[in-house]
T-cell receptor
Framework: NAGVMQNPRHLVRRRGQEARLRCSPM?????VYWYRQLPEEGLKFMVY????????ESGMPKERFSAEFPKEGPSILRIQQVVRGDSAAYFC???????????FGEGSRLTVL | GQQLNQSPQSMFIQEGEDVSMNCTSSSIFNTWLWYKQDPGEGPVLLIALYKAGELTSNGRLTAQFGITRKDSFLNISASIPSDVGIYFC?????????????FGKGTLLTVNP
């Protein structure tokens, strides 16, 4: 079942460290989205990428957060100098086209100590 | 930004009962989606609605896209224990950001056997 694959599923970091979350989209999908979910909240849009391009990063904090989707390999969401407020579940989704149905991965749960 | 109000926040029902939940928006959406999320998992798409007034079923699930395009409801008939989970509505607007989903805060459903 070649669904959206995310890793790691769980990540623990101390304040000030870096977190790297990886996402491999479904086969044939070239559109990747990252969403963040805080406890007891819905998912909030962070960034939309196509291969080698950031299309919309309006939902991503301006500092410490970055995302990429290189020509080869998975999409990476990078959080530098993590703080406790970064603790959340980060979900990646992919779609075959702009505006197409989104298929979500199982998420990466970041805990910052 | 767009806001989605989802209600109720939580429901406790007996197995076999029907359940209904809804979402209202402060602005118009072109697409309404309903997702289910199990603990520790990513959201799974249940039903997608693309036209105002559309009524769509998926097994025991029925969802409707409101005529005003500002609301949607989801009904589950004859609930079973495996229906337990969090149900999210999500809307997608038009124009340049038709890829971006806005999520409600979810309805936590508990089914007592």
């Amino acid at each position: 079942n070649a669904g959206v694959m995310q890793n790691p599923r769980h990540l623990v970091r101390r304040r000030g460290q870096e977190a790297r979350l990886r996402c491999s989209p479904m086969k044939g999908h070239s559109h990747v989205y990252w969403y963040r979910q805080l406890p007891e909240e819905g998912l909030k849009f962070m960034v939309y990428l196509q291969k080698e391009n950031i299309i919309d990063e309006s939902g991503m904090p301006k500092e410490r957060f970055s995302a990429e989707f290189p020509k080869e390999g998975p999409s990476i969401l990078r959080i530098q100098q993590v703080v406790r407020g970064d603790s959340a579940a980060y979900f990646c989704a992919s779609s075959p086209s702009d505006g197409g149905e989104l298929f979500f991965g199982e998420g990466s749960r970041l805990t910052v100590l | 930004g767009q806001q989605l109000n989802q209600s109720p926040q939580s429901m406790f029902i007996q197995e076999g009962e029907d359940v209904s939940m809804n979402c209202t928006s402060s602005s118009i959406f072109n697409t309404w989606l309903w997702y289910k999320q199990d603990p520790g998992e990513g959201p799974v798409l249940l039903i997608a609605l693309y036209k105002a007034g559309e009524l769509t079923s998926n097994g025991r699930l029925t969802a409707q896209f409101g005529i005003t395009r500002k609301d949607s409801f989801l009904n589950i008939s004859a609930s079973i224990p495996s229906d337990v989970g969090i149900y999210f509505c999500a809307g997608r607007g038009s124009g340049g950001s038709n890829y971006k989903l806005t999520f409600g805060k979810g309805t936590l459903l508990t089914v007592n056997p």
